[in-house]
């Protein structure tokens, strides 16, 4: 049998068709109400098919493993205010952490993020999903950092939303407008803010 490639949470149906997207949408909009209800381990297929009157089959057409329904809980989340592009790496970075903290803190989320994070180490399908979600977001970042010429690496990333991260899971404490002035404030001291060359460099400070 030959070696499976795509991996699970990229493997879709096609769903340029509309009744297949509006059934996508209401199953998803099912998992979200799901989720603060039943947890990420109550979240199954067979309780999922019933709440959102579909197959067992049709869940897994769309999302083969857990997994990539979690994956797609956490990335098609409420609008919670996405930030928009600008040439001030404080003014996005600061509007990225906001978006973060609303989306982190969306009860269906959370939990969604939890878990994925729980069984990367045991769970390949999981593994790959939490490091596509990496990535996605470091690409929208970057993009949204277009302006300002800097494009950030996936380490100065992890330095900007890691204490977001630790402050909600590990301290189990609120993130304030406060906390993320601090953490923005004390990021743009361990990065390099040098444009690349080319870069128009008339508004960056001598």
Avoid: C
Avoid at 44 to 55: G, H, I
Avoid at 147 to 176: H, K, N, W
């Amino acid at each position: 049998m030959p070696e499976e490639t795509t991996p699970a949470w990229a493997r879709r149906p096609s769903i340029s068709n509309p009744r297949v997207q509006r059934t996508r949408a209401r199953i998803l909009t099912v998992a979200r109400e799901l989720l603060p209800e039943v947890g990420p381990t109550g979240l199954t297929y067979a309780l999922l098919a019933e709440r959102a009157s579909v197959t067992r089959q049709t869940l897994y057409r769309h999302w083969p493993t857990r997994a990539a329904l979690l994956f797609d809980l956490i990335l098609e989340g409420p609008d919670v205010g996405y930030p928009e592009p600008g040439d001030d790496l404080r003014t996005v970075a600061t509007a990225w952490l906001t978006s973060l903290r609303a989306g982190l803190t969306d009860p269906a989320t959370r939990p969604a993020v939890l878990a994925v994070t729980a069984q990367a180490d045991y769970d390949a399908d999981s593994a790959q999903a939490l490091a596509r979600i990496g990535t996605d977001r470091l690409g929208a970042l970057n993009k949204l950092l277009e302006p300002s010429g800097r494009q950030i690496t996936a380490d100065e990333y992890t330095l900007l939303f890691g204490p977001v991260m630790s402050r909600l899971f590990f301290d189990r404490r609120d993130v304030t407008d406060e906390f993320i002035d601090a953490v923005v404030t004390q990021w743009l001291t361990t990065i390099d803010r040098t444009p690349p060359p080319g870069h128009d460099t008339e508004k960056t400070p001598s």
